[in-house]
Nanobody, 124 residues
């Protein structure tokens, strides 16, 4: 059984930084396309960033380009999201996701496994 566990969320002020982590167990991490999604209250879940198997290709939502960086450490079965210059619109529950597909998907339907989410709140 594949399990994803996120950590690193919290309450921060505008302009602050956070690093989210996602540890994957029960599967072959380097065979998964990995992604970060987020869902704000009253809004649909949206992709934040996606990274291919060995990090050779990444994708970012327009709203986070230049501020967020996705990376992975395959020997540690861990996915990261470095978030800089956070703003109020970044407030959401952030989810880690793993996909078994072979295409660079950017929609939630393209991912097979999900974590429970970690809350990120940006407030002054």
């Amino acid at each position: 059984q594949v399990q994803l566990v996120e950590s690193g969320g919290g309450l921060v002020q505008p302009g602050d930084s956070l690093r989210l982590s996602c540890v994957v167990s029960g599967g072959t991490f380097d065979r998964y396309v990995m992604g970060w999604f987020r869902q704000a209250p009253g809004k649909e879940r949206e992709i934040v960033a996606r990274i291919m198997w060995i990090g050779e290709s990444t994708y970012y939502a327009d709203s986070v380009v230049g501020r967020f960086t996705i990376s992975r450490n395959n020997p540690k079965n861990t996915l990261y999201l470095y978030m800089n210059n956070l703003n109020f619109d970044d407030t959401a529950v952030y989810y880690c996701a793993a996909g078994r597909g072979v295409v660079p998907v950017t929609t939630a339907g393209g991912f097979d496994y999900w974590g429970q989410g970690t809350q990120v709140t940006v407030s002054s």
